[in-house]
């Protein structure tokens, strides 16, 4: 049969290192995400192994474990070949952990302080009195533990709290109660991952039939082996007999010079924490993304919210407004001011905003308040921005997913009324063309205006009885008539011609500001939705990676 203790796999401590190091980047990189109760193993193991690494490795701790009565103290004394552990009739005896430590007390002091072993409960088996009897067994520091099925509460609690603590366990029970469910249910069980750290101890065999032990041996192996302990040595004893604790000394003795007990407890203790933790990041990371898709839905739906459609045609007939305005007939020029601009009632100037102002923007439009359904639209956008990158994921990933999608939603409003008030819309510089033709009109109204004057200068002369100068002519007509209604035909020919120009150019000045405005907006889904989501995602891969590496057990 194999024996897990004698195994031939060694642990590494470097690759152990790593892969405590492995959890606590898991922990880490999960911190906010999973449910802290799910996590209380895995950080126990972090600060439990980094305090048992930090103290001495050339000791091994190892415990006598059992039900009250299966002769633990008696193993105890007997391995110490001294009373130190009281034996008693009265059931159960053993309150708190006694301690035997092989070899000289002050190296394994801040382990027993570490392991809680009263000082008062813990002795020295120094070889000088027995010459090299002991000294194979140099650095064993032997515990004698309460019954870890007591009706003392207070024996349980300490049991537990021991057997999460030392490198072996001994577990001790005897041909009454070897069978017993609890034993096996509620501890042995628990150690199959550590059973390269496990060795059980059948005891009190010399009150057994010699006959019936090959029976009790075979029953209590197939009991083992349920428990998924297959391969652990299992020993039998008589305490009351140094012959017949032999093997057990040997075991004992091997553990001790192999000081691999340690190292294999914990590596056992990862094991287990990584049993536990890989439901959490079953699933494939490829799975959760953002989607283009969802990114465009949600686009769309705060563009809508944040008015982009409104701001966009508002541009678009700002530029009409400010374009007549400064290519029209300057004589209706003034009339057209007083109309207000399309842009400035939504106070937007339609120009990127100076530097300092951009940074104290605070709701600064006036852009119409979304509709309920736009705003609902945005609640859907979002959900479905983060149903789509957590589908797969195990639980509770989606949750925090949809957690980390919505985390930021209120601030949206501001956020987008932010940015579609620091948006260029590309209104802030005139146009060439309109200057040309601004200056065009003026030329053709001082036109105008000159003929107007000279034919005024005329009929003013002819009042006062003075002969007026021979006007010229062009043709037949006078120049200052010429003068006049030319300037004046030309002014309303050009406004008319450019009229067409202006609206082909406001449509695509507003365009031009639907898409600047779409981009901004994008981005603010971005920055408030998207990444927060995809921090979720990667925090999820990370932790993936770093269950696998904490798996690898070389
Ligand atoms: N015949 C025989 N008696 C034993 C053996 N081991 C222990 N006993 C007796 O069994 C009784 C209980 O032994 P303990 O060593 O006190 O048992 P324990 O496991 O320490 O019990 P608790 O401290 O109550 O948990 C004592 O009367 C011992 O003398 C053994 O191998 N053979
Ligand atoms: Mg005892």
Not at 29 to 53: F, I, K
Not at 234 to 247: N, P
Not at 265 to 286: F, I, M, N
Request: net charge neutral; with cysteine.
């Amino acid at each position: 049969m194999r024996d897990a203790l004698r195994g031939e796999h060694r642990i590494d401590a470097d690759t152990l290192l790593t892969r405590l190091n492995a959890v606590r980047r898991f922990l880490d990189t999960t911190d906010g995400y999973l449910p802290d109760e799910r996590l209380v193993t895995a950080h126990t193991l972090v600060e439990r192994a980094g305090s048992r690494l930090a103290l001495s490795r050339d000791h091994t701790v190892v415990a006598l474990a059992g039900s009250t009565g299966s002769g633990k103290s008696s193993l105890f004394n007997a391995l110490a070949r001294l009373d130190l552990s009281p034996v008693g009739v009265r059931r159960p005896t053993t309150g708190v952990a006694h301690a035997c430590v092989w070899g000289p007390l002050a190296g394994a002091t801040k382990l027993l302080d570490w392991i809680g072993v009263l000082p008062r409960h813990r002795f020295v088996r120094e070889s000088a009195l027995d010459a090299d009897d002991e000294s194979a067994l140099h650095g064993l520091i032997l515990l004698d533990l309460p019954d870890f099925d007591s009706v003392q509460r207070s024996h349980r609690l300490e049991v537990d709290r021991l057997l999460g603590l030392v490198d072996l366990v001994v577990w001790v029970v005897d041909p009454q109660k070897y069978a017993d469910r609890v034993v096996h249910e509620s501890y042995l069980r628990q150690f199959r991952r550590h059973r390269d750290v496990t060795v059980v101890v059948l005891n009190q065999v010399d009150r057994l039939p010699p006959a019936e032990l090959p029976r009790v041996l075979a029953d209590l192996r197939r009991l083992l082996d349920t428990d998924g302990l297959d391969g652990v040595p299992l020993l039998a004893t008589a305490a009351v007999d140094q012959a017949a604790i032999g093997e057990l000394r040997a075991t004992l003795e091997r553990t001790v010079a192999g000081r691999q007990a340690a190292l294999r407890r914990l590596s056992g203790d990862v094991d287990t924490v990584v049993a536990g933790l890989t439901e959490l990041v079953a699933a494939e990371p490829g799975a959760g993304e953002v989607d283009r898709e969802s990114r465009r839905t949600l686009a769309a739906a705060l563009g809508d919210v944040a008015g982009v459609p409104a701001v966009a045609g508002a541009t678009e007939e700002a530029y009409r407004h400010r374009a007549a305005g400064a290519t029209g007939w300057p004589v209706v020029r003034g009339w057209r001011r007083l109309r207000p601009d399309p842009l400035r009632r939504l106070h937007l100037t339609g120009a990127a905003p100076a530097e300092e102002e951009s940074e104290s923007l605070v709701a600064a439009t006036s852009v119409p308040d979304p509709t309920a359904t736009q705003r609902s639209a945005v609640g859907l956008a979002v959900r479905a921005v983060a149903e789509r990158a957590g589908t797969g994921l195990p639980a509770p990933w989606p949750a925090a997913v949809t957690a980390a999608a919505r985390s930021r939603q209120a601030d949206l409003p501001d956020a987008l009324d932010r940015t579609v008030a620091g948006t260029d819309l590309g209104l802030g510089r005139q146009p060439v063309w309109w200057r040309l033709v601004g200056g065009l009109q003026w030329l053709v109204t001082l036109t105008a205006l000159a003929g107007l004057l000279w034919l005024v200068a005329g009929y003013a002369l002819r009042a006062l009885g003075l002969p007026p100068p021979d006007n010229p002519t062009v043709g037949v007509v006078p120049l200052p008539t010429l003068l006049l209604l030319g300037g004046l035909l030309a002014g309303v020919l050009v406004a008319v011609l450019v009229k067409p120009v202006i609206r082909w150019a406001a449509g695509r000045a507003g365009r031009r500001a639907r898409k600047r405005l779409d981009a901004a907006v994008a981005g603010v889904g971005e920055e408030y939705v998207v990444t927060p989501v995809q921090e979720v995602l990667s925090c999820y891969a990370q932790a993936r990676t770093a269950l696998a590496e904490a798996a690898a057990r070389n």
